[in-house]
Nanobody, 127 residues
Framework: QVQVVESGGGSVQTGGSLTLSCEVS????????MAWFRQAPDKEREGVAA???????AYAESVKGRFTAARDVDKKTLSLRMHNLLPEDTAIYFC?????????????????????WGQGTQVTVSS
């Protein structure tokens, strides 16, 4: 069984920063993708950033230049440093794992490709 646990959410004002962390445990080797998704009220879940075991990274256009994902394969962790946060970044952020490490970069942010999910952590950005 694989467990995915997020931490680090909170509330900030526009322009502020937050860092999210994710840790994977259980019966899984290093050949998997790790990603951040988010879901705002009344909106579909969307991919934010994903990191392959090779280090390749995909970002959503809306967060490029503001968010940075970093992965430690040995520690089975993934972080998301978020800067210059905007009210539209308000959402529940989920960490996810996909065993389909062979996915194309264009598929990294497709939620249907992910097998394991955390419970989510709330990020609220006020104007």
């Amino acid at each position: 069984q694989v467990q995915v646990v997020e931490s680090g959410g909170g509330s900030v004002q526009t322009g502020g920063s937050l860092t999210l962390s994710c840790e994977v445990s259980g019966d899984i080797d290093g050949h998997y993708l790790m990603a951040w998704f988010r879901q705002a009220p009344d909106k579909e879940r969307e991919g934010v950033a994903a990191v392959a075991p090779t280090g390749r990274v995909a970002y959503a256009e809306s967060v490029k230049g503001r968010f940075t994902a970093a992965r430690d394969v040995d520690k089975k962790t993934l972080s998301l440093r978020m800067h210059n946060l905007l009210p539209e970044d308000t959402a529940i952020y989920f960490c996810a794992v996909s065993v389909r490490y062979w996915l194309l970069l264009s598929q990294f942010l497709e939620a249907t490709e992910y097998n394991y999910w955390g419970q989510g952590t709330q990020v609220t950005v006020s104007s």
